[in-house]
């Protein structure tokens, strides 16, 4: 999407040799005229696949995937971190393991709002070793509803998390994927 790789060229900051930081338009602030358009292109993407329901990831997804909703005529869901805390045990629950932060997170959607009816199309802003969206999978699983795909605002395509979901059969459409970053300059794959 030629539209978000000018703004992440113009705008995002590349931090060392693996790290984007787009928090001016995606992750912090965020340019809704921009999650508009992405909307549509997941729209676009996705136009031939029943989608009954949108499910990400809270924070930042969360915006992403209301504004994409628009386009499909669904509800959002999104999964919540910390669901080790006693919220009762009306969740699907999967663990979550960060390679950026070093930790793991137990993350939850309760039961009430999925069900083996459901074909899902899950979305989340960026794309890393995959471990959040391999969550989200999980539990789509156990609700027994169907992923009917991926869809990523930025994939880093350096890291594993776009092909292992592929090699999977799954539909993984990233609106930009990243190849690498070479001396502060973002390279597009
Ligand atoms: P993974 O799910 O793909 O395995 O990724 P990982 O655990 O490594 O990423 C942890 C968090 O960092 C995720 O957000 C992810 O979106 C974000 N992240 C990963 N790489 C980058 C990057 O290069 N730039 C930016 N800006 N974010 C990155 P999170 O902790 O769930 O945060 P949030 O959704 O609450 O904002």
């Known amino acids: 999407?030629?539209?978000?790789?000018?703004?992440?060229?113009?705008?995002?900051?590349?931090i060392g040799s693996d790290v984007i930081k787009v928090d001016m338009f995606l992750n912090h602030q965020i340019d809704v005229d921009l999650l508009n358009e992405i909307g549509?292109?997941?729209k676009k993407r996705?136009?031939?696949?029943?989608?009954?329901?949108?499910?990400?990831?809270e924070a930042s997804g969360i915006g992403i995937a209301c504004i994409a909703a628009q386009y499909f005529g669904?509800?959002?869901?999104f999964a919540k971190k910390g669901a080790n805390r006693n919220v009762g045990d009306n969740l699907y629950k999967a663990d979550v393991f960060s390679f950026?932060?070093?930790?793991t997170t137990t993350i939850?959607?309760?039961k009430d709002y999925l069900s083996p009816d459901d074909h899902v199309l899950?979305?989340?802003?960026?794309?890393?070793?995959?471990k959040a969206v391999h969550g989200l999978i999980n539990i789509l699983n156990q609700a027994g509803a169907t992923t009917e795909g991926i869809g990523i605002v930025i994939e880093k395509g350096f890291q594993p998390g776009g092909d292992s979901l592929r090699s999977l059969g799954l539909k993984v459409e990233s609106l930009a994927i990243i190849k690498s970053i070479d001396d502060g300059n973002i390279i597009f794959g």
Not at 1 to 14: F, S
Not at 122 to 130: E, K, L, S
């Open 108 to 110: 939850g959607i309760s």
């Open 74 to 77: 669904v509800p959002v869901v």
């Open 122 to 130: 899950i979305i989340d802003d960026f794309m890393a070793n995959g």
């Open 100 to 103: 950026t932060k070093g930790t």
């Open 46 to 57: 996705f136009s031939s696949d029943k989608i009954t329901k949108i499910v990400t990831i």
């Open 1 to 14: 999407m030629e539209l978000l790789k000018q703004k992440i060229v113009n705008e995002g900051k590349a």
């Open 40 to 42: 549509k292109e997941f």
